[in-house]
């Protein structure tokens, strides 16, 4: 882009390119997805079914993935929210901690 004097910030943002990213990841997995359940023009009924259920389970465990891998930001929420803007974050909000260090012997 430098080289045809085109400016774009956004390149330059790590967390904009993480993002973009991860929407280029998603779009991957659901365009396999996509040709996966076109399959062949001449796929019989069961076939299809399958392909059904299998795309119902891809997305089950899609969703179980979301819920597992976001579920400690839902529970620091409060603490994230102080980080961001601590002075409408709720009042006891750091009695736990944000990160618990895993090194350290109890």
Known sequence: M???DKDYPELSDPKWIMDL???VDMLCHLDRLNLDLQGNEQATGAT???QTARYATLVETLQE????RF???HVKRPQITFLVDPFNAETDCLKALLVKDEAVAD
């Open 21 to 23: 990213a991860f929407l």
């Open 65 to 68: 993935n979301f819920a597992t």
């Open 2 to 4: 430098e080289e045809k």
């Open 48 to 50: 299809r079914k399958k």
């Open 71 to 73: 579920h400690d930001l």
